[in-house]
C-alpha cells in the first residue's frame, strides 16, 4: 500500500495513450519494495501539447519521467541536456529533473544489451539480424554496435527506412559490417545461417495479432538465438517457431524491465530491485 505524503516525489510516463502501459504498476512495486517515498502515474499528453512538458514537469516539481509513443523524439527539444547516448539514438525514453533542469536519456539500448546478457547471449563479435528498423530498431542497432558487434544486418518491409538507420550509425561505428534489405522470403531465405543472433523489433505478432510473425512460416530460422521485443503476448508465434527448431529463445519482458531499472536508478539512486519488477510484470502478463 502507498503513502502518498507532502514529500512524496513524483515520476510518471508521458504518452499518448498511455492508458495500458505497465510502468506504473511495475515502478510502484519497486518503490515500495524498497520503502522510498516516490509514486509513478501515467501523464497522457496529447501532441498538440507536448511543449508544455518542460514547463509541466518544472511547475509541479516533478522528479522525472519516462517518455513512450509518440513523443520520444518530439520530446527532445524540450530538454536542457541530452545525454550522448540519448542523442546518437536520436530518442529520450527518461527524463530526471535536477535542480530544475531537465535531462534525458535512452534507457531501451541498455535495457536490451541486459536482457541479451542474463540469458548468457554475447553480443561482442556476433552475427546479428534486426528485423524492422522504426524507433525500436534503432536502440536495438546502437545497443549491438556499442557492444561490439561484427556484423549487423537490417531488413525491414520499407528497404529505404532501414538504409536510412544503418547510414546513420555507420560513421559512429566504423568497425561494425552494416547491411541493410528489404524484408522478404528471399532475403529471410538467404540469410540462412549466416546469424548468431536475429531480433524482431517490429510490431508482427503483437496482440491483437497474435498469428503473424515476422519470418515467413516456410522458411527455417537460422541455428541462433531469436530475440523478441514484443511481450504481448510473452510467447509470440516468432519465438513458437523457435522453440520449433529447439532454438535458444530471448522474450521481450527482459528489456522492458532492464529499460525500467536504469530509469529507476537514474531517478533514485538505489540499484532497482529488478525481481520485483520482473515478478510484478509478469504478474500482470499472466
Ligand atoms: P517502433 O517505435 O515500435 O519501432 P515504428 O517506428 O512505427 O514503431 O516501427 C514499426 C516497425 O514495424 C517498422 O520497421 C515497420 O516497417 P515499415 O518501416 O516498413 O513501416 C514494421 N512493421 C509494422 N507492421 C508491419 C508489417 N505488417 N509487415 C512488416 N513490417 C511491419
Given at each position: 500500500m502507498m503513502h502518498i505524503n507532502g514529500e512524496t516525489k513524483i515520476v510518471g510516463i508521458l504518452g499518448y495513450?498511455?492508458?495500458?502501459?505497465l510502468s506504473p504498476l511495475i515502478h510502484n512495486a519497486a518503490f515500495a519494495a524498497l520503502k522510498l517515498n516516490w509514486a509513478y502515474i501515467p501523464l497522457p499528453v496529447n501532441p498538440e501539447k507536448i511543449n508544455d512538458v518542460r514547463k509541466g514537469l518544472r511547475t509541479f516539481n516533478f522528479a522525472g519521467a519516462n517518455v513512450t509513443v509518440p513523443h520520444k523524439q518530439a520530446v527532445?527539444?524540450?530538454?536542457d541536456e541530452i545525454d550522448p547516448v540519448a542523442r546518437e539514438i536520436g530518442a529520450v525514453n527518461t527524463i530526471a529533473v535536477q535542480n530544475g533542469a531537465l535531462r534525458g536519456f535512452n534507457t531501451d539500448a541498455d535495457g536490451f544489451l541486459q536482457a541479451l546478457l542474463e540469458k548468457?547471449?554475447?553480443?561482442?563479435g556476433a552475427r546479428c539480424l534486426v528485423l524492422g528498423a522504426g524507433g525500436a530498431a534503432r536502440a536495438t542497432v546502437f545497443s549491438l554496435a556499442h557492444a561490439g558487434a561484427k556484423r549487423i544486418a537490417v531488413f525491414n518491409r520499407t528497404v529505404e527506412r532501414a538504409a536510412f538507420l544503418v547510414d546513420d550509425l555507420r560513421a559512429t561505428f566504423e568497425t561494425v559490417q552494416f547491411s541493410c534489405e528489404s524484408l522478404t522470403p528471399h532475403s529471410l531465405d538467404a540469410a540462412?545461417?549466416?546469424?548468431d543472433l536475429v531480433v524482431n523489433t517490429t510490431s508482427l505478432g503483437m496482440f491483437p495479432h497474435?498469428?503473424?510473425?515476422?519470418?515467413?512460416?516456410?522458411i527455417p530460422l537460422p541455428n541462433a538465438t531469436i530475440c523478441d521485443?514484443?511481450?504481448?503476448?510473452?510467447?509470440?508465434k516468432f519465438l513458437q517457431q523457435a522453440e520449433s527448431q529447439n532454438l535458444p529463445a530471448i522474450d521481450g519482458t527482459g528489456m522492458l524491465i532492464h529499460q525500467g531499472a536504469r530509469a529507476f536508478e537514474i531517478w533514485t539512486g538505489h540499484p532497482a530491485p529488478v525481481d520485483v519488477l520482473r515478478q510484478t510484470l509478469l504478474a500482470a502478463l499472466a
Open positions: 495513450p498511455v492508458t495500458h502501459s527532445m527539444r524540450q530538454l548468457g547471449f554475447e553480443p561482442k540462412n545461417d549466416s546469424f497474435v498469428d503473424t510473425s515476422p519470418w515467413h512460416p516456410d521485443l514484443v511481450y504481448t503476448p510473452i510467447r509470440t
